[in-house]
């Protein structure tokens, strides 16, 4: 099965960084639409930041400027480098691409690929 592979995962305290990775080599083509969802217990998967094909990005307002999506030159990488990190983002962390679909990334679900997911966790 060909899925983006997620790494960077962990348990931190709260106020800490994390840089989560997204590996993107074994799709089959560059990704157009690329994305960061993220699913806490008990509750549904949310949209927490994407990026476009021209390098447009769009974050969840539950970031407030804490978190950061961007990719390598190639495209083959993507991260989301999380900052001042809450309890409250405690959640398994997957990354998404479509490689149909250019723009007009935020707010959709339908993505070809899939990652595994990683978990973050942030205690108090």
């Known amino acids: 099965l060909v899925q983006p592979v997620e790494s960077g995962g962990g348990s931190v305290q709260a106020g800490e960084s994390l840089r989560l990775s997204c590996g993107l080599s074994?799709?089959?083509?560059?990704?157009?639409?690329l994305a960061w969802f993220r699913q806490a217990p008990g509750k549904e998967r949310e949209g927490v930041a994407s990026?476009?094909?021209?390098?447009?990005?769009t974050y969840a307002h539950f970031t407030e400027g804490r978190f950061s999506v961007a990719t390598d030159n190639g495209k083959r990488t993507l991260y989301l480098q999380m900052n001042s990190l809450k309890p409250e983002d405690t959640a398994m962390y997957y990354c998404a691409a479509d490689l149909t679909v250019a723009s007009d990334c935020w707010g959709r679900y339908e993505y070809n690929y899939w990652g595994q997911g990683t978990q973050v966790t942030v205690s108090s």
């Open positions: 990026l476009d094909n021209a390098g447009g990005t």
């Open positions: 074994d799709l089959p083509d560059t990704a157009y639409c």
